[in-house]
């Protein structure tokens, strides 16, 4: 069933240690681990699919 469950990535490096820190009226407030990353704005893939938004997130920086 591992297909449909879902984990949050950092938008801006594809990283799996993205934290919430903070959160309120305004919502959930996020921090990247690897890439220090913070804002509200986290990416929700199917495990399946993290290795392709990975890559699709590199192929985008160059």
Do not use: H
Not at 30 to 55: H, P, S, T
Request: hydrophobic content about 35%; some cysteine; overall charge positive.
């Amino acid at each position: 069933m591992d297909n449909y469950r879902t984990v949050k990535i950092c938008p801006q490096c594809g990283s799996l240690k993205i934290n919430w820190v903070a959160g309120g009226i305004a919502g959930p407030v996020y921090k990247c681990d690897d890439c220090n990353y913070v804002g509200a704005f986290v990416l929700e893939v199917k495990v399946k699919d993290i290795e392709k938004f990975q890559k699709e997130l590199r192929e985008n920086k160059k």
